[in-house]
């Protein structure tokens, strides 16, 4: 199993910026893609960005393409999202995961078998 931990999360007023980091531990050897997914309140998860265990193959969300940029540095087993030019839209509680099962960058959570607890952005209008 692999534990995840999300930081950097924070109140941004719109068109600000915020990078999120998330710090795996464990069996990182087993995790190939990871994500970003998010999830607004009274709303269902959804996915934000993928990358994949080389970082060349990346996906990011219609609504955040853009704006939005994924990275890892596998040397370190962190993963990190630049947040740019925020939207009171962006508002939700952003989730780190990661997959055993897929190498490349996915968009679909069923792909994810580790989750981390989550990390609170609130952009303001």
């Known amino acids: 199993q692999v534990q995840l931990v999300e930081s950097g999360g924070g109140l941004v007023q719109a068109g600000g910026s915020l990078r999120l980091s998330c710090a795996a531990s464990g069996r990182t050897s087993r995790s190939y893609s990871m994500g970003w997914f998010r999830q607004a309140v009274g709303k269902e998860r959804e996915f934000v960005a993928a990358i994949s265990w080389s970082s060349v193959g990346k996906k990011y969300a219609d609504s955040v393409k853009g704006r939005f940029s994924i990275s890892r540095d596998n040397t370190k087993n962190t993963m990190s999202l630049q947040m740019n030019s925020l939207k009171p839209e962006d508002t939700a509680v952003y989730y780190c995961?990661?997959?055993?099962?897929?190498?490349?960058?996915?968009?679909?959570?069923?792909?994810?078998?580790?989750w981390g607890q989550g990390t609170q952005v609130t952009v303001s209008s």
């Open positions: 995961a990661a997959s055993s099962l897929v190498p490349i960058a996915t968009s679909a959570l069923s792909d994810y078998d580790d």
